[in-house]
């Protein structure tokens, strides 16, 4: 089991920053992949960024990459997102995950077996 909370969340106005951090706890070494999704009401869960606990290798959707960046430490028992240049579709729940074969597909949320209960980001304008 992989137990994973959110935090650092909030309202921001355009243009702002935030950053989201992850913390995992129990067994974490089993799930070599962390990731960061967000939905917004009425949409579906969208990945935005992942990376590999090991080695460090970061993806990124087309929508963010440029503006959004991943990091790990710790061995990956925390994880951040730190989001600069914010837009209002940028608002919305975002959950961070784990997972152990996201090869391929490194942002699609059936890749990822371990959820955490999401903090709200809201950017206005």
């Known amino acids: 089991q992989v137990q994973l909370v959110e935090s650092g969340g909030g309202s921001v106005q355009v243009g702002g920053s935030l950053r989201l951090a992850c913390s995992a706890s129990?067994?974490?070494?089993?799930?070599?992949?962390r990731g960061w999704f967000r939905q917004a009401p009425g949409k579906e869960r969208e990945g935005v960024a992942a990376?590999?606990?090991?080695?460090?290798?970061?993806f990124y959707s087309r929508s963010v990459e440029g503006r959004f960046t991943i990091s790990r430490e710790n061995a990956g028992n925390m994880v951040y997102l730190e989001m600069n240049n914010l837009k209002p579709e940028d608002s919305g729940m975002y959950y961070c995950?784990?997972?152990?074969?996201?090869?391929?597909?490194?942002?699609?949320?059936?890749?990822?077996?371990?959820w955490g209960q999401g903090t709200q980001v809201t950017v206005s304008s």
């Open positions: 995950a784990a997972g152990q074969s996201i090869a391929g597909a490194p942002l699609r949320s059936d890749k990822y077996d371990y």
């Open positions: 129990g067994y974490t070494y089993s799930r070599n992949a």
């Open positions: 990376i590999y606990v090991g080695g460090g290798r970061t």
